[in-house]
């Protein structure tokens, strides 16, 4: 059963759109009372409701274990940046994407926030150092960037500034943990951080395939959807090469590095799976799984994926 906090704190939230809804859900299903702080009058008007239906829908579905009745009341919307702040214990930013904005608001959260207070900022690209370098205190600044919805894909990537404190890093570390998020430190700033350079290298080349008019809209996405993501939703990009070739990764790397390495050029990167990287990335995949093992692992991943097609299948009426 998840903890229910009853002492007078909470986390709060700045921005009530679709990610600052969805931390909500995060935090409140786990018993963390939460303020949203919220600036359009809209939004004002409906983030409640939006966050009611989520968590119905979650325990429709067997996904939360508290009742309704008691996470409900844990969530209000504010209209005060101070009675958001004043007894936080972590804070969630959720405005847009506009570095500026970001910039006025750590300066006033950073004043505003006890000590000790992780300010975090749910953004897709923007590192901290670009938007948090000035304020008084900076080493509470962060980015803790989620997927979207984050009370579905359960990771957090936290990417701390050069200056932000390990005591923040590890405590937003524990939080996440906390609320049944996987958190996953970088140990640097990079644009866009893992999740949306992943994201970002795929689609790049979804929109490079659609330019050259070698292939329609619907059928990178049918691509996608029934093939390379159905794969992806039991394993990641290296587990799925490991397991494509007889031999795993290594030998998939000397097969296929250099048709990658081509297509890469095409595109002008010169990305290079040299020797010490692939040996680096072999020898991780078998600590984890021993070529002995590798067919048991063929035949679990279609045992996985056969699961996955009965699932959707039943949920788009199709069985
Ligand atoms: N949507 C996604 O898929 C996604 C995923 C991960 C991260 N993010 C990031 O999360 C952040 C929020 O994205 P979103 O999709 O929820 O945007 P959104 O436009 O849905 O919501 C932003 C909300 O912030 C409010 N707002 C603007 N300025 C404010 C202020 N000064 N104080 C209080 N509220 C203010 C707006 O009125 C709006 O309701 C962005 O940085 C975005 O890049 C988005």
Redesign the pocket.
Known sequence: MAKFIKHNCYVGI???????VAWAVVFATRGYPVRL????TD?ILHAKDEFLSKISELKKFGLIENDIDAIAPLLSIDTDLESITDKAIHIQE????IKE?KKK?FALLSELTPPDVPIAS???FLPASTFASDVSHRERCLVI????PPYLLRIAEIVPAPFTSMSVVEKSKQLMIDVQMHPIVLSHETTGFVFNRLQGALLNEAYSLVDDGIVSIEDIDLIVRDALGLRWSVLGPFETVDLNTRGGIKQHAARMGPTYEKIGAERGTNTSWGVELVDKVAAARRAKLPLEKWEERVSWRDRAMMTLIIARRKFLGQD
């Open positions: 700045v921005g009530a759109g679709s990610i600052g702080y919220e600036v359009a939004r959720c405005i847009p994407e904005d608001l749910s953004t897709s960037h989620p997927g979207n």
